[in-house]
C-alpha cells in the first residue's frame, strides 16, 4: 500500500494492533535480555504507512464529526498516529542510544559489567562505601550519554510541535492529559509540606537502620534502590519465597494469577535484563507479560505485586472494547490507580505477620519501613514534576543544556544528595511523573474507599477483587479523574493521602 493511502477509522485501529503488537514484543526481548540489539527502526518502517500526515488529518476529520464517545476514542487513534510520525522520524537515533546504553560497560573491583548489571548491583552492595564507589562510576558511564540524551529530545520536541501545531509542551501534555499541571503541582506541595515533620521522623529512623551511623548526612543516591530493598532485612524477605507469597497474596483478593494463562511471568535472572520490573501489554487481554527481576529483598515482593495490578487491569479487561479502550489511554494515570493498590498490600502490617511469621511488634516496625519508602518516593516524585516543569517551560530558550534545579530539588525533598549530570536520564516522556503523582492521590482514595466497603482486612479479601474485578472490565476508557468521582473523591483530593503518609 503506498504510504499516502488513507484508512477509515476501523482499518487503521486494525492494522495499528498488529504495529503495537509487533513493537511491544521486541520492546519485551530487549528488556528480558533476549536480544541485545533493539530493532525497532524495523518495525516502524514496515508500518510506516500507519503515520503520515493524511492519516492524522482524516482521523481529526472523523473525530470532528463524531458523537462523544467515538471522539474520544478517534482523539487517541488521532494522538496515537501523531506519535507515530514522531516515532517514524526518531526511530533509528532511539535504536542507536538504547544500543549504545546496553553495550557500556563499567569496571569494578577489576570486574566489568554491563552498565545495567551496574544499577542492579547497587541494591546488593552491602558496604557503604563500594555502594558509593559504584555508584560514582554508574553516574558517570550513564551521564557520558547525556549528549546524545538532549539531541534525541531536541529532535522529538521539534517534532512533536510540528506534527501537534503546539509549540507549548507543557500545554501539550495539559491537553492530552485533560488537566493543569500547575494545579496538580500546587497540592502535591501543599501535601508534601503537610507530611515533612513525619517524613523527617521516618527518614531519620531508617536511614540510621539501613545505613549505619557512618553515612553521610545527605547520602548519594548510589544507595536508593539498597534502601527500596531494605537490603538489612534481606533474611526475613527472601528472593526465593517472592513468588510463593506474591502469588498467595493475589490469590486472597480472588487472582490466581497462575491460572491466568495469558499473564506470561518472566522471573528469570538474565545479566542484561532490565533491573526495573514492568509490564508490557501486548494485546490486552490476551497477551499480557510481567517481567521482575528478583535479587532479594522487600522490593522484589512489591515490584511483583505493583507490576501485577498492571498485569491484572490488562489481562482483566474486556475482550469486547475496541482495541483503543483495550490498549491506548491518554496517560498512564489510571492503570498505575491498580499497581499501587497491590503494592499498597505491602505496607499493611498484617500481611508482615501472615507471611514472615514476625511478632505483631515486628510486623508493624517493618510496615513502617514500607511507608518511608512511600513517602520518600512520593516526595521525590513531586520535586521531580517542579523540576520538569520548569525544565520544559523553559525548552525553547535553553534546549535542554541546563539541569536548572534538578539536583536542589530532589535533594531537598528527599534527604538524598541526587547528582545534577542524572538530569536527563532522570526523565520520562511526556510528564509520567504526574501520572505516578495522580496515581498516588487516587490509590489513597480507593485504599480509604475499601476500607469503608470492605474493612481492615481489605488486602486479604476476595470482595476487594471483585470491586476491582469490576473496575478493570473498563480497559483504558474512564481517565484518573473519572475514577475519584466514582469513589466520592474531588480528584484533588491529597485528605487520604496525606493521612496515610502521615501514619508514622
Avoid at 499480557?288 to 490488562?314: K, N
Avoid at 514472615?356 to 512511600?374: V, Y
Avoid at 486479604?460 to 474485578?469: F, M, N, Q, V, Y
Amino acid at each position: 500500500m503506498s504510504t499516502t493511502a488513507v484508512r477509515d477509522a476501523a482499518e487503521y485501529e486494525s492494522r495499528l494492533q498488529q504495529y503495537y503488537f509487533e513493537r511491544a514484543e521486541e520492546a519485551r526481548a530487549v528488556r528480558v535480555g533476549e536480544k541485545d540489539v533493539s530493532e525497532q527502526a524495523a518495525i516502524v518502517a514496515s508500518y510506516r504507512d500507519l503515520f503520515t500526515r493524511p492519516q492524522i488529518e482524516a482521523l481529526r476529520e472523523a473525530e470532528a464529526a463524531a458523537d462523544a464517545e467515538e471522539r474520544e476514542r478517534l482523539y487517541r487513534l488521532r494522538k496515537t498516529c501523531e506519535a507515530g510520525v514522531i516515532s517514524a522520524e526518531i526511530a533509528e537515533q532511539e535504536d542507536a542510544l538504547e544500543n549504545a546504553i546496553l553495550g557500556a560497560s563499567v569496571t569494578f573491583h577489576g570486574e566489568d559489567m554491563p552498565l545495567r548489571s551496574a544499577q542492579a548491583r547497587l541494591a546488593v552492595l552491602d558496604a557503604y562505601t563500594d555502594r558509593e564507589e559504584l555508584g560514582e562510576l554508574e553516574r558517570a558511564a550513564s551521564a557520558a550519554f547525556n549528549h546524545d540524551r538532549r539531541t534525541l529530545l531536541e529532535a522529538r520536541e521539534q517534532l512533536e510541535a510540528e506534527v501537534t501545531g503546539d509549540p507549548d509542551p507543557v500545554a501539550r501534555n495539559e491537553e492530552e492529559k485533560a488537566i493543569s499541571l500547575r494545579e496538580l503541582e500546587r497540592v502535591l506541595v501543599a501535601a508534601s509540606d503537610a507530611t515533612t515533620d513525619a517524613f523527617d521522623t521516618l527518614r531519620n529512623t531508617w536511614f540510621e537502620k539501613l545505613l549505619g551511623s557512618k553515612r553521610e548526612a545527605q547520602p548519594s543516591n548510589a544507595h536508593v534502590h539498597y534502601l527500596r530493598r531494605l537490603s538489612p532485612l534481606e533474611s526475613t524477605y527472601t528472593k526465593d519465597a517472592a513468588v510463593d507469597i506474591c502469588l498467595a497474596s493475589t490469590l486472597a483478593l480472588g487472582f490466581d494469577m497462575m491460572a491466568i494463562p495469558n499473564i506470561r511471568l518472566d522471573l528469570e535472572d538474565r545479566p542484561q535484563k532490565n533491573p526495573r520490573a514492568c509490564v508490557i501489554p501486548s494485546n490486552p487481554p490476551e497477551v499480557v507479560h510481567l517481567i521482575t527481576r528478583a535479587q532479594g529483598g522487600l522490593s522484589d515482593y512489591q515490584a511483583f505485586m505493583h507490576e501485577a495490578g498492571h498485569a491484572l487491569h490488562y489481562a482483566g479487561v474486556d475482550p469486547r472494547l475496541p482495541f483503543t479502550f483495550r490498549s491506548i489511554s491518554r496517560d498512564h494515570a489510571l492503570t498505575e490507580i491498580y499497581s499501587y493498590i497491590f503494592e499498597a498490600v505491602t505496607r499493611e502490617p498484617g500481611w508482615h505477620a501472615l507471611h514472615f511469621g514476625l511478632s505483631d511488634a515486628q510486623a508493624e516496625e517493618n510496615a513502617q519501613a514500607t511507608l518511608f519508602l512511600e513517602a520518600l518516593l512520593y516526595r521525590r516524585y513531586t520535586a521531580k514534576l517542579r523540576y520538569e516543569l520548569g525544565f520544559w517551560s523553559a525548552f525553547a530558550e535553553e534546549r535542554g543544556r541546563s539541569e536548572r534545579d534538578y539536583s536542589s530539588a530532589l535533594t531537598t525533598a528527599t534527604g538524598i544528595r541526587y547528582d545534577r549530570r542524572n538530569y536527563l536520564a532522570d526523565m520520562d516522556a511526556g510528564f509520567y511523573s504526574a501520572d505516578y503523582l495522580r496515581a498516588w492521590i487516587r490509590s489513597a482514595q480507593l485504599r480509604t474507599f475499601l476500607l469503608r466497603e470492605v474493612g481492615e482486612d481489605w488486602w486479604r479479601s476476595e470482595a476487594t477483587g471483585d470491586i476491582l474485578r469490576e473496575l478493570f472490565l473498563e480497559g483504558t476508557r474512564p481517565t484518573s479523574e473519572e475514577m475519584a468521582g466514582r469513589l466520592g473523591f474531588d480528584p484533588l483530593d491529597t485528605g487520604p493521602l496525606v493521612e496515610d503518609l502521615s501514619a508514622a
